[in-house]
Nanobody
Framework: QLVESGGGLVQPGGSLRLSCAGS????????IGWFRQAPGKEREGVSC????????YLVDSAEGRFSISRDNAENTVYLLIYSLKPEDTGVYYC?????????????????WGQGTQVTVSS
């Protein structure tokens, strides 16, 4: 099971730390991805972290503003988002990859959390 938390209403320019807590499995053994779905749009990948700490940022606006990390002792992956923009608004999901790497060609996203809402508005 994956449970996201940390979303909320934030003003433009603010920051948030989203958490993805795993239970029932050892999160350290898997790559974990973050995704988001904006209103009226398809879900898109935002970032991924593999078991060795390698990071990928999947949207042009993410690099420099998004930071993904993991705390294996806490069985949790984090997504810090800085300088939030209204276009960052959406539901943010985390997903477990079925492998230890983030490559789309290897494995699938086999477990998903329920999502946490992020709203950026003044």
């Amino acid at each position: 099971q994956l449970v996201e938390s940390g979303g909320g209403l934030v003003q433009p320019g603010g920051s948030l730390r989203l958490s993805c807590a795993g239970s029932g499995f050892i999160l350290a053994s898997y790559a974990i991805g973050w995704f988001r779905q904006a209103p009226g749009k398809e879900r898109e990948g935002v970032s991924c972290i593999d078991t060795k700490g390698g990071r990928r940022y999947l949207v042009d606006s993410a690099e420099g503003r998004f930071s993904i990390s993991r705390d294996n002792a806490e069985n949790t992956v984090y997504l810090l988002i800085y300088s939030l923009k209204p276009e960052d608004t959406g539901v943010y999901y985390c997903a477990r990859r079925s492998t230890d790497v983030c490559d789309d060609d290897v494995g699938v996203n086999d477990y998903w959390g329920q999502g946490t809402q992020v709203t950026v508005s003044s």
